[in-house]
């Protein structure tokens, strides 16, 4: 929703790694954002952007379907970083040649650098090798003209290459990657040097903007929002009360699907807390009726957002006249619920995929250009306190979707308090603020065991714990065996209905996070 006098874009190719482009420029205090590669000219260049970044891909330029940018973006005068298939896609729309090599390079390899001016400004050419990551079966066979390599490795004469006279550079390997130790480095210096940015986006900065478009937007107009104690909410209440005070109302929906406790504990917060105005609603009976007999987690996912504006609309009606409808969409939500080249999204999200076109309330998302580290930064420049925060992100259809199967009230009995017992372990021990997040799982199978010298036949329980800075990559996380086993052996001597506990040792990708 803001506008930036300097931004870099990036253009998606398809990888996966192009979300951690978008964090690497903005660590570096400069607006960043994707869009798909396909973006027609006249909107690029209505974006007025500093420097475009093409991202890699898995494709290869010589295929019949392969992903192709308009060549006209460079005639606009604009730097180009070309990353993986965004450089050999530069590369043959300029005039060079891309082929198949014979000796393909994944993983560590090492750069030999020969010119330290540009993007290896403040590097070294002797005796100096660095070490970056590749993934690619192609390679540049002969550069365009007016380009030059830069740096090469063992199977990659053209690893880097400038054009002598226009601000276009190509890098074979993948600088935003932690595994390119100059990586930091290069992007610096395409930033600050060829596109002529300044450090200037922080989080003080987005307050300043973001309330005045807010105000500007709204005018006299009344705002509800959707509040959930969770992180993401919280943030856009605050940021919205700081812009239009007393013309916001936030509404508290319990869903029927929250952990034990959850509602209580999130009212308490905002009213003794803050100067919030909050109006709570008990939907537990409409939701649960709504899900009955629904096992796809897509329908799951609409059924619970269709509910929620139900909800808001009516609450809405009761205030008087409400234009506006604010929450805390992301852009990680953004960028999931995107279409590429054909293929469906990874998913809907409650707030950017499940809502009804015909909802009444235009949407106000002042947080959906951020990612999550930087919701937590911009609560804390709000005033938050850090326990409103810093707690772990708890999805907005609830256990809805950590209910694998039917959601019934027998099966969120039973997933609660296997939840309770994930958190009161992970905070015991100090693990909660370590990793990322931590929940337990409800699995859609029984299996047999042993109890009391009888057989049983009952309920598996996932857990899951994962590390991340942004939750568009997650790692699991290697939590200590002694924490996993008090968590299994409480779970199963305290949950009625649970005879097994399974650990998820998946990274994401190719996992998400959540399991729907």
């Not at 649960?288 to 509910?307: N, Q, S, Y």
């Not at 909800?311 to 953004?334: C, M, N, R, S, W």
């Not at 499940?354 to 250009?369: A, T």
């Not at 015991?428 to 010298?453: C, E, H």
Request: aromatic fraction near 8%; include cysteine.
């Amino acid at each position: 929703m803001s506008v930036h006098s300097e931004k870099i874009i990036i253009l998606d190719f398809g990888s996966q790694t192009t979300q951690l482009i978008a964090r690497r420029i903005r660590e570096q205090k400069v607006y960043s954002e994707i869009h798909p590669y396909d973006i027609e000219l006249d909107r690029l260049q209505e974006m007025n952007p500093s420097g475009i970044v093409m991202s890699g891909g898995p494709a290869s330029v010589y295929d019949d379907d392969a992903p192709i940018s308009d060549p006209g973006l460079f005639e606009l005068g604009i730097p180009v970083l070309g990353i993986c298939y965004g450089a050999q896609l530069m590369m043959q729309q300029l005039g060079g040649r891309v082929e198949k090599t014979d000796h393909r390079e994944f993983g560590k390899a090492e750069l030999q650098i020969s010119y330290t001016g540009g993007i290896f400004a403040g590097t070294e050419t002797e005796p100096a090798k660095y070490q970056v990551w590749m993934s690619h079966g192609d390679r540049v066979e002969q550069a365009a003209p007016g380009f030059v390599a830069t740096a090469s490795s063992t199977h990659s004469p053209f690893a880097a290459l400038r054009h002598e006279n226009k601000p276009f550079v190509a890098v074979q390997f993948h600088p935003e990657v932690v595994h390119t130790l100059i990586g930091n480095d290069i992007l610096r210096n395409f930033i600050f040097d060829l596109c002529d940015c300044h450090p200037e986006w922080t989080m003080h900065s987005f307050i300043d903007s973001t309330v005045a478009e807010i105000r500007e937007k709204v005018g006299d107009e009344k705002v509800i929002c959707a509040l959930s104690g969770g992180v993401d909410s919280s943030v856009t209440a605050a940021l919205v009360h700081r812009a239009i005070g007393d013309q916001l109302t936030c509404i508290y929906v319990n869903n029927g699907l929250m952990r034990t406790g959850e509602s209580e504990s999130v009212l308490r917060f905002f009213r003794q807390k803050t100067n919030l105005h909050v109006i709570d609603i008990d939907a537990t009976k409409d939701f649960l009726e709504e899900l009955k007999a629904i096992v796809d987690p897509e329908e799951k996912r609409k059924r619970i957002g269709f509910g929620f504006i139900k909800i808001f609309e009516e609450e809405a009606g009761k205030l008087g006249e409400v234009k506006y409808l604010a929450q805390g969409t992301l852009y990680p939500d953004v960028i999931e619920s995107v279409v590429f080249h054909g293929k469906a999204p990874i998913k809907s999200h409650h707030n950017v995929g499940g809502l009804p076109e015909r909802m009444q309330l235009d949407l106000i998302e002042p947080l959906r250009e951020l990612f999550k580290d930087e919701v937590r930064e911009l609560g804390l420049e709000l005033g938050l306190p850090e326990e409103a925060i810093y707690r772990q992100p708890f999805p907005g259809p609830g256990l809805g979707i950590r209910i694998m199967g039917e959601v019934t009230a027998e099966r969120l009995h039973i997933l609660r308090q296997a939840d309770v017992i994930v958190l009161e372990e992970m905070k015991n021990s100090g693990w909660y603020r370590k990793v990322w997040q931590s929940f337990a799982v409800l699995l859609p199978i029984q299996t047999v065991g042993v109890m009391g010298d009888g057989r049983t036949y009952e309920n598996v329980v996932a857990i899951r714990s994962v590390d991340s800075r942004d939750a568009m990559t997650a790692d699991w996380s290697k939590l200590p065996y002694d924490i996993l086993g008090r968590i299994s052996n409480r779970i199963i001597n305290e949950v009625r209905g649970v005879n097994r506990v399974v650990y998820d040792i998946s990274s994401k990708p190719p996992s998400t996070i959540e399991w729907e």
